[in-house]
C-alpha cells in the first residue's frame, strides 16, 4: 500500500515546521508512525485517511 496524499501532506508539514524526529512508514497497514517533540502526542500513528492517534490507542484498538 502506498501512502496517502494526506498522509504526505502532514508529513510535510511537520518536516517543513522541524517538528519530526523520527517516522516510519508501514506498507502492510498503511500507518505512518512518527515522533515530534511535543510532550502531548510525541508518539502517534497517520492513518491513510489523514487521522492522528497516539500510538497506544492503535495499539489499544488492535489487541481487541
Do not use: H, K
Amino acid at each position: 500500500m502506498e501512502p496517502s496524499d494526506e498522509q504526505y501532506l502532514i508529513i510535510n508539514a511537520l518536516d517543513t515546521l522541524g517538528l519530526l524526529n523520527y517516522q516510519l512508514y508501514d506498507r502492510d497497514t498503511g500507518n505512518w508512525y512518527i515522533e515530534t517533540p511535543s510532550t502531548n502526542l510525541s508518539r502517534a500513528v497517520i492513518t491513510p485517511t489523514g487521522e492522528i492517534y497516539p500510538t497506544n490507542w492503535v495499539q489499544d484498538y488492535d489487541t481487541n
